[in-house]
């Protein structure tokens, strides 16, 4: 099996700073992105930022110039680095592999972190 836990997650003040690791364990075969999605209540769940192998990024409108994404191959660790926080970046974040695991080595799979809150309040 994959793992995923996330940390970083908690309350900030409008305009503040958070940011949110992902540590990647288990049985991975390869990785071919990682990445973080939100989920606010009564919301779909929704793509925040995605980074792949290659170093590619891609994010969200709403995110982009505020959120960075970033990996450490070696560890399977992603980041994300919230800047300018604001009320409506609250919600669930959920870290996200793109990969295989080394029981079905021909078979890409998605897994998830349990995800972590993320409030955004004064």
């Known amino acids: 099996q994959v793992q995923l836990v996330e940390s970083g997650g908690g309350l900030v003040q409008p305009g503040g700073s958070l940011r949110l690791s992902c540590a990647a364990s288990g049985s991975i075969f390869s990785i071919n992105a990682m990445g973080w999605y939100r989920q606010a209540p009564g919301k779909q769940r929704e793509l925040v930022a995605r980074?792949?192998?290659?170093?590619?990024?891609n994010y969200a409108d709403s995110v982009k110039g505020r959120f960075t994404v970033s990996r450490d191959n070696a560890k399977n660790t992603v980041f994300l680095q919230m800047n300018s926080l604001r009320p409506e970046d609250t919600a669930v974040y959920y870290c996200?592999?793109?990969?295989?695991?080394?029981?079905?080595?021909?078979?890409?799979?998605?897994?998830w972190g349990q995800g972590t809150q993320v409030t955004v309040s004064s």
């Open positions: 980074i792949t192998n290659g170093g590619s990024t």
């Open positions: 996200n592999l793109e990969g295989r695991e080394r029981s079905r080595p021909f078979n890409d799979g998605a897994y």
